[in-house]
């Protein structure tokens, strides 16, 4: 008995030593100097890469670069329209595979911000949500709303279980140090008064309570964010930002590179210089963690961009669409990132001592109690003149707009305006492939027809569709009578058609009599046009196209779509009919859909013409090609220059809502660095086509026999479409 008394004490010994010798994980902290992650404290360098904006092959080299460029972390949304596109019906394969990118991102060795929302806004359709949640009896879109919480806490739930079943969680050993529940609330808060402010207690309980192994919340946008969140800043510049909590870091949660694209507008771009002197404004000012939104942009593939938002989502990111560096953005903030790390241990452990050298020029330095670590920060915040300045018994030549770094209080490690990276020369060369199309004309449905549903009134088009497509028809028949007066005078009568956007095709009697086209600034639209008609029954067929749905709003799943009444008829010898109060047929999407012309089995349905019976510049036209693979492992793209609005899919893939025949508009030209950026500053392509090039993902690709299919609208020539290479020279 004693022996064995011994032996307990010996083994019980042995496990406690082994646990104190255990590499112990920590929960992850913080103090208003920074996080800290198992004992050290850090400024956090991250960047925004969205795992549906890029294919699973792309992920590592993207978060490789994520690495290299000297990212901490990076930061992504959960797309919950991507991963439960039915109420309880689950996706989480492909470009949806949520935690292999996770998983990817740390074996990189990258921490990562989950913003979990489920709300994201991101230029995404409908912001994140899934169509179908509007449609869930009594709902109201982020507010008090008993329904809306329900869906929105099972989803959240969803996730946090997932993550922690994965060991996804930092002190699980996984990468994840920080969440983020609800995304920009404040601004809609204020909108909504009271039951916003209600709902925002709400989410704030439900996502403290769940089990994220007790990580910090993070909310952005929201200056009044209750304990325990952490409110943060989104924007251009963020220095002046002030956490509501005084005893949590100061959070730059989104420094938006440059803006995204619309159909019909330029492009916009922000200097690297502007750029990096953003972050070092915030970081000169106590600022202790931002993220570029965006790191990697990637591509709204098929049809998930958001309102008359282009495919490609660059975001003049600091890797382009692709994943390759934007040069010399990449490279310049790189070297920012570099010296910031060397300031840290001042940084982290004291608070900046604020000298004015001027009227726009200041010093700030970071010198710790212990350890005799230092970081100057001089500043220059004249837009347009250098300065010159003294201190500490020193001269320094300030560019203008620029911030310089001497980590240790000494030497100039970096200035912002000084870009030492050169930007090479980017070129599309086309391929050798050779496309050898076949074309299927589309024609508009009539009345009665077996796919049609025949009702009275004039419907909401997502109501119908439930965003399956972007189509809708609504087909009428309109009956004159022979003595009208117009047939006689030669005066054609005017069909008077209100839309809630996007885009509106108007056909009479199967022949396209006209087309309008809403805009980002105001997608709602009016046709209102003569019309032939003849004597006796004619058929009006109009065709409704949305371009994306919103991904922002006050209620917005209250926003109607499609085709509004009153639809009027004028100049008859009645006066003005109004069509709404007739019978109308509708048909969902387009018969090539139904089809699924897209498809290899599918195409083979229908008979398409070719060579000399090749239709062309037709409404409505579906085009086949296939091809083959071209080798090597540039970035392949396809020039839709030629064609006008539509949709394009390869070996059955979204490539694209493809639209450059609507050219972009804006005010561009020579742009200086200097001064506080804007949206509608340094913008480009004004004249071109808004977009012009749609990547085509290598991995999508067989080396024989690759299927690409285009559905074009409003006609276009597909003998101009070619496949080239991205290149740098």
């Not at 900046?352 to 010093?363: F, I, S």
Request: proline residues 6%; charged residues 20%; glycine residues 10%.
């Amino acid at each position: 008995m004693v022996m064995f008394k011994n032996c307990r004490r010996h083994f019980v010994a042995v496990v406690l030593f082994l646990l104190a010798c255990a590499p112990a994980r920590a929960k992850v902290t913080y103090d208003d100097k920074g996080f800290i992650i198992n004992g050290q404290k850090k400024i956090l360098i991250s960047g925004s890469i969205h795992y549906p904006r890029s294919t699973p092959e792309m992920w590592p080299d993207i978060l490789k670069r994520a690495k290299e460029g000297g990212l901490d972390l990076i930061q992504t949304y959960v797309f919950w329209n991507g991963h439960e596109p039915s109420p309880g019906k689950y996706y989480f394969e492909g470009r949806y595979d949520l935690v292999k990118f996770l998983k990817l991102a740390h074996q990189a060795g990258l921490y990562v911000h989950l913003r979990i929302g489920p709300y994201i806004c991101g230029e995404w359709n409908y912001g994140g949500f899934p169509v179908w949640l509007r449609y869930v009896p009594g709902m109201e879109f982020r507010t008090d709303n008993k329904p809306f919480k329900v869906a929105m806490q099972g989803f959240v739930e969803k996730i946090v279980n997932m993550m922690t079943s994965e060991k996804m969680f930092e002190p699980q050993g996984g990468p994840i140090i920080m969440n983020q529940i609800e995304n920009e609330y404040g601004p809609v808060q204020w909108e909504i008064g009271a039951p916003g402010k209600a709902y925002a207690k709400w989410f704030t309980q439900m996502a403290a309570g769940l089990n994220t192994a007790q990580l910090p919340w993070i909310v952005c946008k929201q200056e009044d964010a209750p304990p325990p969140m952490i409110d943060a800043c989104n924007g251009f510049y963020c220095e002046s930002f002030r956490p509501h909590n005084p005893n949590t870091p100061k959070m730059f949660t989104e420094l938006w590179t440059a803006w995204y694209t619309a159909f019909g507008g330029p492009v916009p771009r922000r200097s690297a210089e502007d750029t990096a002197f953003s972050v070092a404004k915030f970081v000169q000012n106590n600022g202790s963690y931002f993220n570029y939104y965006m790191f990697h942009g990637g591509t709204n593939f098929g049809r998930t961009g958001a309102l008359f938002l282009t495919t490609s989502y660059e975001y003049d990111a600091l890797l382009d669409e692709y994943g390759l560096p934007n040069e010399p953005k990449y490279w310049h903030l790189a070297e920012l990132h570099k010296v910031i790390k060397q300031a840290e241990p001042a940084l982290v452990s004291s608070y900046p001592k604020v000298t004015w050298l001027g009227k726009n020029q200041e010093a700030h330095v970071f010198s710790a109690k212990t350890g005799g670590h230092c970081a100057l920060f001089l500043s220059n915040s004249d837009p347009q003149n250098a300065a010159k300045v003294s201190f500490w018994n020193k001269q320094y030549n300030l560019p203008a707009w620029s911030v310089s770094i001497f980590p240790d209080c000494k030497t100039e490690a970096f200035n912002t305006a000084r870009v030492h990276a050169r930007a090479p020369q980017i070129k599309m060369v086309r391929t050798n492939t050779i496309l050898s199309w076949q074309s299927y004309i589309e024609y508009p449905p009539s009345v009665g027809d077996k796919d049609t549903q025949v009702t009275d009134g004039i419907w909401d088009q997502v109501g119908m569709t439930r965003d399956a497509s972007d189509y809708l028809w609504y087909t009428t028949d309109v009956n004159i009578a022979p003595n009208e007066g117009f047939l006689k005078d030669g005066k054609e009568p005017v069909l008077t058609v209100p839309s809630g956007g996007h885009a509106l095709y108007v056909f009479i009697n199967g022949q396209l009599a006209g087309t309008t086209y809403g805009t980002l600034a105001n997608p709602k639209l009016t046709y209102s046009g003569g019309v032939k008609l003849k004597a006796g029954v004619n058929k009006i067929s109009l065709l409704s196209a949305t371009i994306g749905l919103p991904n922002v709003g006050k209620h917005y799943e209250q926003w109607s779509y499609g085709i509004h009444a009153p639809i009027s008829l004028s100049g008859l010898n009645e006066g003005k009919r109004d069509l709404s109060k007739q019978k109308w047929s509708y048909r969902v999407g387009m018969k090539g859909e139904s089809l699924h012309l897209n498809t290899v089995s599918g195409s083979s349905s229908v008979g398409w013409a070719q060579g000399a019976h090749l239709t062309y510049k037709h409404p409505l036209t579906w085009y086949k090609a296939t091809f083959n693979a071209p080798d090597g492992k540039e970035p392949l793209v396809l020039d839709m220059g030629s064609m006008g609005k539509g949709l394009v899919w390869i070996n059955g893939e979204g490539v694209a809502r493809h639209w450059p025949a609507n050219t972009g508009r804006g005010k561009c030209g020579t742009c200086s660095y200097g001064g506080f950026y804007s949206e509608t500053k340094c913008l480009t392509n004004c004249g071109q086509p808004s977009q012009r090039w749609y990547h085509v993902p290598r991995s999508w690709l067989k080396p024989t026999g690759n299927l690409l299919v285009v559905f074009e609208e409003s006609g276009g020539d597909p003998k101009g479409i070619s496949l080239v290479r991205r290149t740098k020279l």
